[in-house]
């Protein structure tokens, strides 16, 4: 149904009005040019990705198609109507709505009122009756089929529900049109499919969909339709089917992407053999996540640590760099043991760890590149705890040009930067120790393909230079860097993964699900890793416990057996599990 | 791990996780209502302490005399109350309590004749309106300079502050003026059905407060304001324009409790409201207003209140020396901080 959308022309006679039809659209911000005769149109129904790089114009024109911001030229049509006037909020709402990266829910209400914000009664003056308003709700919440509690607050849901609520929202004002920029950023793999599921299922009550994603798995698994931006002009629309991951990267760089693959497990020489003590985590115990977990990392390796949102792996890395203390265990650092809770002293045994949150842990927003930059280093640049002007900027220098970050100068400050650059600060600020261990959680996390490819590359580099590399995320494109991967659920290292592994595989062992074979991703290559020889035996003891908790939401799921019952706490599991992963 | 007893069928998860949610949101609530009347304890416990030191605690006379003295200062916290809440600040209703008065009753008294002398321009019943306007016209200029010229609430009112307080000595010369219009000083020396006419008015202007908060959408906007601004404005709420409207209302409050002020002691002193906004704001947030906006309630504001101005009496009345004062009305203040801290349960940063 969606295909028609692609050539604007087609729909004379018998085809649908578009939801949305964007012409011409031309922004300009002072001298930068931020959408240059772009367009965009989008059928009934239809889910329309809308992929680019950072800076691309993604952002500009969802401010013009939400009324936000006037186009300078170029028109806007919804269902064949010209756009209401600017600032005409009501009209805008009824038309179009966008799900924000950032919430906008406020926390301390409730979720029926946050649904119905400023318009809980009839009037000004007419006093709200709530509890009309609670069964108001919940008969839009059950509309929509959103499992919420109309009088929950709105800050106790979780990001799922809260873009349920969101979604059920604007949908309450008659939208059938709605922009979901980056959705599925804060969500784990479950959150997302089912997610995609509600999207789905409102897909075919006619609501239109415009998906702003840098994850082009997600474009291929939901959308019908997509459009490339690049540089503010528009550069393709074309049905995804008719689009491979190829064409569309390049579509987005502008360049040919054979880069891509290059950068994967499968393709690179197998381990290097060691070069030494990097990480070793014993027995690691952290109150709420994690029980007598042990993992080890070679100098010169990647490791990835995979895991969805609540299996602890980002507490772990959070723990290996100081963050939390631990109850029991150790953490040692080239053979030599670091007092856990303490970030000053994971940093002087040479822990460099990328946050998971930038803009909550990474970067001090308003201060410059070079002071975010040796913000971890300020000891080194200049005698008795001065820090000298002259010494940080060279410093600073040096890491701008070793991470290529794209910025005016070094004293920029590092919120005019685009994310990808930020993130590239926040990558420089964990090497800037010049660390022995090097922890990345999420390390592309919003950031484009080529930011991308860089940073994994950077981080490859780092291991090459002799450094253990820990990444801790559940993008596969990430994992994909990395020499072998662990997967954590529920707070135990449940299966391990050689290069070469497949993608469901390592899906499955993240969502728990135990219908991955114990050798998953155990190629010939592997087999050079004492490591992963061990994994096969730890995996037949985990899989029926892992299985306990899965659901059956999941689509990527193969075979999931559900059926088992077994107990969660089997100490005798965990016991084989840090034997087989705990050298 | 979960306590759940559950299963493995499709909605387990779903199921399970709406399970915490609503669990979360029952302790949450009911935390959440507790912090607002997390003061009424200690309003108890101080009363009881005040029957035991002295039987002069419990009598009509001196129950009244708290409550009348409450009254400027609550009006104060519940003007405090509605603009913290929307995610603002304004100190200078510290000075608009002493110059309103001062200004309007400049405008009206005689050119001689008495110790102070005015300008006669305008009608001695004119007094009431026009301190209230000087109070419009104070919060009006608030607002003009934080959503307008987007300067800094906090300095801009901490500025508006020192200067409104040193305009009230120049015009008064740094005396205190007696010679107020009779139509000014009514309402804080009448009495109604028995009961000083302030406290009535406080109890219905907090009745209403609460009401507003509670009831209207004009009042719920406020709460979202404060939560998030951003979200406020993407729901159609007109966030500079309510937020404008608070602080107009605030310095009208504020200018309402230098009539009732003056009213009480027949007089406006010089030094009329000095140094009560950290009373006020104190008796704000122990009543559990958020500073960071968006939290909060008229109710618990109130029992703020209440709660420093009983500390005081039955210290008095116990016979504590009045130079001790100030140090135990610190003290109390970081008392019930910590109070509120560990009855909601939620940090206060």
Known sequence: MADTATTPAEHGSGEPVPAAEATGITKRYGATVALRDARITIAPGESHALVGRNGAGKSTLVSVLTGLQAPDTGTLRFSGAPAPAVGDVDAWRSRVACVYQRSTVIPDLTVAENLFLNRQSDGPLRPIRWKELRRRAGALLAEYGVDVDAAARAGDLTVEQRQFVEIARALSFGARFIILDEPTAKLDARGISRLFDKLRALRRQGVAFLFISHHLQEVYDLCTTVTVYRDAAHILTAPVAELGHQALIEAMTGESAAVGTATTGGARAAVRTGTGKGLTVEGLTLKGTCRGLSLSVRAGEVVGLAGATASGNVRVAEAIAGLHRAEAGRILVAGRSVRTGSVTSALAAGVGLVPEERHLQGLVHHRSVAENATLTVTDQLGPCGTVLPARSRSFAQRMIEDLDIKTPSAATAVSALSGGNQQKVVVARALATDPRVLVAVRPTNGVDVRSKEFLLGRIRRAADAGKAALIVSDELDDLRACDRVLVMFHGRVVAEFGPGWQDERLVAAMEGVAGAPAAAGATPAAGATPAAGATAAAEAPEAPSAASTTTSGTSEAPAASKTSAASETSAASEAADSEAHGR | ?349
């Open chain 2, 1 to 349: 791990m979960s306590a759940t007893t559950d299963v493995t069928e499709s909605a387990a998860m779903t199921g399970q996780a709406a399970a915490v949610t609503n669990a979360r949101r029952g302790l949450g609530l009911g935390l959440g209502r507790f912090r607002e009347l997390s003061l009424v304890p200690v309003i108890l416990v101080l009363g009881l302490i005040g029957f035991i030191v002295s039987p002069a605690f419990l009598t009509s006379d001196n129950l009244i005399g708290v409550a009348q003295q409450s009254t400027e200062l609550s009006l104060l916290v519940l003007a405090t109350a509605f603009i913290l809440i929307a995610g603002r600040m304004d100190l200078s209703l510290e000075s608009t309590i002493g110059v309103a008065p001062v200004i309007a009753v400049w405008l009206v008294l005689p050119t001689s004749g008495a110790r102070f002398t005015g300008l006669g321009l305008l009608p001695q019943w004119t007094a009431v309106p026009l301190c209230l306007l000087v109070g419009i016209v104070i919060g009006a200029v608030n607002g003009f300079l934080i959503l307008k010229l987007r300067l800094n609430g906090f300095i801009v009112t901490l500025g508006m502050l020192t200067m409104l307080r040193g305009l009230q000595i120049a015009l008064s010369e740094g005396q205190s003026i007696v010679e107020l219009p009779s139509s000014f000083t009514y309402l804080g020396k009448a009495s109604w059905l028995g009961m000083p006419a302030a406290i009535w008015i406080c109890l219905v202007l907090f009745a209403l407060g609460g009401s507003a908060l509670a009831w209207l959408r004009h009042g719920r906007a406020l709460y979202a304001i404060g939560g998030n601004a951003e979200a406020a404005r993407t729901a159609g709420i007109r966030v500079d324009r309510i937020v404008w409207a608070v602080l107009i209302l605030g310095g009208l409050l504020a200018a309402f409790a230098g009539i009732l002020y003056s009213g009480h002691y027949g007089s406006i002193s010089a030094t009329q409201g000095n140094g009560w906004i950290f009373q006020v704001f104190a008796a704000t947030v122990i009543g559990g207003v958020s500073l960071n906006g968006g939290k909060g309630s008229v109710f618990g504001a109130l029992t703020g209140v209440l709660t420093l101005q009983l500390v005081v009496n039955v210290m008095t009345l116990a016979g504590v020396p009045p130079l001790w004062n100030q140090f135990l009305n610190g003290a109390i203040i970081i008392v019930a901080l910590v109070i509120s801290r560990f009855a909601s349960g939620e940090k206060q940063e």
